[in-house]
Nanobody, 118 residues
């Protein structure tokens, strides 16, 4: 199994920045990619960014392109999501999740609340 612990959420004014971290432990050799999802009240969960653990082009949803950056911290087992130019539409609970070799997101973090005020 892989355990994921997220940190870094909070309250920020529109235009501000936050950085989320997701520390993985356990069988981290099973990780092929880390995805960042978010779910706002009354909305479906959406994938906002994904990074392949061993390199390759990251994925960003259109709504966050140019504002969010996904990374893996120094080849460690920690994923990062840098969020800049935040707006109220970015308010949601953010989750990290790891993709295994079969392409499924199996393991999930506990979620962290991001609230952007106008």
């Amino acid at each position: 199994q892989v355990q994921l612990v997220e940190s870094g959420g909070g309250l920020v004014q529109a235009g501000g920045s936050l950085r989320l971290s997701c520390e993985a432990s356990g069988r981290t050799s099973e990780i092929h990619a880390m995805g960042w999802f978010r779910q706002a009240p009354g909305k479906e969960r959406e994938l906002v960014a994904r990074i392949w653990w061993n390199g390759g082009r990251p994925y960003y949803a259109d709504s966050v392109k140019g504002r969010f950056t996904v990374a893996r911290a120094d080849a460690s087992s920690t994923g990062l999501l840098q969020m800049n130019s935040l707006n109220v539409d970015d308010t949601a609970v953010y989750y990290c999740a790891t993709m295994t070799g079969n392409g499924s997101y199996i393991y999930w973090g506990q979620g962290t609340q991001v609230t952007v005020s106008s």
